[in-house]
């Protein structure tokens, strides 16, 4: 390889020169010293997909998790954080006011407007979304805001009832988009200790209550040396039977347990199998007429 094309190779992964490489705009070197795949006490997004197109992946995810996160913050009142609940208000704003023909006192015209918006992409430390390195091919972490909005899970239905409803693949690399609201240290103590606040309010616990049918799916990636049944009874230990019971085949709920390297990431979804187990390239494929 030629002098400027290993430099080019270089300032690809590096982020590129002084404005960094446009494929890298949300993908950053994670900060977090522990090097783990999921950061401890992390919630977000695990996105599988194409070997050696996660960097690529993650932004497509990210341009999307921002349209359909800010839409249901909308939805629920302006939940969505600061940088939502601004960005909607400014732009309003600035309509407003170039409909009424006037700069009312401490509003703010469009080129501010943008100028803020510029520099907060910048700042990436008041980026809402950004993707962890995770250190395994074909798959991305999405770090999702702490606080209140909407959670990974809720972004992550809408996101896949789009792609049901419209048939369409918005994305070119990205296959499976599972939600994580906890995480820890991959070990069998953490998960043990990390497993009641997975499941609180999932399940009821009195033996009147209605049950719910449950499964718990397990799944590793370069992290093998874990007993499959003593990750599941980790969890299934923290859920009352009865009145819930296991139903592989169909569950109303399922604890998703997705071991990656050093790290355990864990969340309680609704229609995964409805769903594809939640791969948004099978959901918009379009079925063939017999």
Known sequence: ????????????????????????????????????????????????????????????????????????????????????????????????????????????????????EVAGLKDRSKRRFSAHQMGIKGCAFITFPQGPGPSPQDVVLSILREAQRTKTLRTRHCNRLLPITHSCYASLESMASMAPSVVEGHFPADEAAAGVPFAVDYEHRSAEGFDRLAVINCFVDHIKVPPNKVNLKEPAKTVLVQMVRNACGAAVVTHYRELAKYNIRKLSEVEEEL
């Open 1 to 116: 390889m030629s002098g400027a094309g290993k430099e080019r190779k270089r300032g690809k992964d590096e982020g590129g020169g002084k404005g960094g490489n446009k494929k890298a705009k949300y993908f950053n070197k994670s900060s977090d010293k522990s090097n783990a795949a999921i950061p401890a006490g992390a919630q977000g997004i695990l996105l599988t997909c194409d070997t050696t197109w996660e960097e690529r992946a993650a932004n497509e995810l990210i341009t999307i998790i921002e349209e359909h996160y800010d839409h249901l913050a909308a939805s629920q009142g302006g939940s969505g954080g600061e940088e939502a609940a601004a960005g909607s208000s400014g732009q309003g704003g600035a309509e407003g006011n170039g409909a009424a023909g006037g700069t009312g006192g401490g509003s703010k015209d469009i080129a501010a407007l943008l100028a803020e």
